[in-house]
């Protein structure tokens, strides 16, 4: 496995992969990987010739008053997991070496408006530029996302076809612990209490999927959802919403494919959670 730290780099590389006739497969991250990360690279293996994981702790998507300093990261673990998963190259570039100053961003506003763009207004369009950048540096035929972040999934499709990548998005469903909670890198920030309290979000999912299936409202699809964090001390609730699965509208019904979506925060620590529902 090889580590890339430049721009210039990495094209090299590709550029001789491709010369191979060789099919590459991105997986882009933020880093300190955990077992949700790991069913990315894996399926990215299975598919692809060459997977190149990108670890960069992307500034741009964290606002002023987040946890851009505080994001955990260990790149010596993270390369060690990638050698044992099989990857061919991980880019991990300095801040430096991604963005000059001032530099463009690629944005695509109306799917980011609402769920976590409401609380975190300028996070997409820093993901859609790093992502937009690592497609062109990485030039991949395929690139995978989890539903974890299933409105950065949503995103980067549309994305992808407003702006013509030719490149295909592969979602991969979202990876938990044993007790129900989403795999996350912040999770590491969570006391013991904590850890217990973030399980309300697993089970309001839970109690979701059991209410939408039996076609419910989406506002009684939510109060129920709510009801389960509101009895939970330790959280509180940014926004439990259903949408459209393609525009990250509010509905009011589950008539077409819709996403629940969450972000509750546990102490100072703001976990999402979500799941899709299929009509
Ligand atoms: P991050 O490093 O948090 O930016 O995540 C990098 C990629 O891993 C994103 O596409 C995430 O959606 C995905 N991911 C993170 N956690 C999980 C999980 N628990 N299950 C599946 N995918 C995940």
Known sequence: MQVTKTVEETRNLVKNWKKEGKSIGLVPTMGFLHEGHASLIQRCREENDIVVVSDFVNPTQFGPTEDLEAYPRDFARDSALCEGLGADLIFNPEPENMYSNPHAFVNIDLLSETLCGKTRPIHFKGVCTVVSKLFNIVAPDRAYFGQKDAQQLAIIRKMVEDLNFDIQIVGCPIVREADGLAKSSRNTYLDENERKAALCLSRAVKKGQEVIHAGAAAQDVLTEMKAIIE??????????????ALTMQPVEKAEKDVLVAMAVYIGKTRLIDNFSYEV
């Open 231 to 244: 009895a939970e001390p330790l959280a509180e609730i940014d926004y439990v919403s259903m949408v459209d």
